[in-house]
């Protein structure tokens, strides 16, 4: 067997975080009568969509704290539109926190994948995602008996596609790298990341990209295709 150690990422890649954190951000808009402020749901969540992508991206490089990355993406919808409450926005944060983790939505095929690789691999989760959160999603959804660590960039403060954080995670869990596999959703956290430090990859294209820098070790649009290659 030429992996022991497999470790995945956990939104969008196990956990359907789109869809329930589309699904929570419904729920808190007619929650707080957004629509006294935006045209639609659709038109409140491109505009927090937009920022949102711009500070995960500034928070990876160290620009923006965590506080300061919630505080920004909650309130710049409201902002855009001319409505500056920041009580309104930490509000409205505090409940999407409450209730997301509550989420219980799955990627297609996830549990069947897990049952499969469980008896076989170690397990683990490497992710991005808050402390606070992420076990609670994984209790939610059901799938946190199946690993036996979870590795967060908020163990360290560093974050994917950093190769602290992958060191960090080999230290943690026993692993060598050589004996280790990267499975994820991301090109530039998961991918790239593994790529960097010399750990083998599987991506998993669920957005349809179709150009590479290089070539991963495997690429799968189904996560049943990990059945054929493990």
């Not at 928070?59 to 409505?83: H, I």
């Not at 360290?156 to 869990?173: C, D, N, Q, R, Y």
Request: aromatic share 16%; net charge negative.
């Amino acid at each position: 067997m030429r992996y022991k150690n497999l470790f995945f990422d956990l939104d969008d890649t196990l956990w359907a975080f789109s869809d329930n954190a589309r699904d929570t951000f419904e729920e808190m808009y007619h929650k707080y009568g957004y629509d006294r402020y935006f045209r639609s749901f659709q038109h409140f969540y491109e505009l927090y969509e937009r920022r949102n992508t711009e500070l995960w991206k500034e928070y990876a490089d160290g620009k923006v704290t965590k506080d300061e990355l919630n505080r920004q993406r909650f309130l710049y919808p409201l902002e855009a539109v001319g409505e500056g409450n920041a009580a309104l926005a930490k509000d409205f944060s505090v409940s999407f926190f409450a209730v997301i983790p509550t989420k219980s939505k799955l990627m297609p095929h996830a549990r069947e994948v897990l049952e499969y690789l469980a008896p076989k691999y170690n397990l683990y989760i490497l992710s991005n995602g808050f402390q606070e959160l992420q076990c609670r999603k994984m209790r939610s959804a059901g799938i946190d008996g199946y690993f036996k660590k979870v590795v967060l960039s908020d163990d360290i403060g560093v974050l994917k596609p950093w190769p602290e954080i992958f060191h960090f995670a080999m230290s943690a869990t026993g692993s060598e790298l050589r004996e280790s596999l990267m499975i994820g959703d991301s090109w530039d956290n998961d991918i790239a990341g593994a790529e960097g430090v010399g750990m083998h990859q599987v991506y998993y294209n669920v957005a349809g990209r179709t150009s590479f820098p290089f070539t991963p070790t495997f690429h799968i649009t189904d996560l049943r295709e990990l059945m054929q290659i493990l």
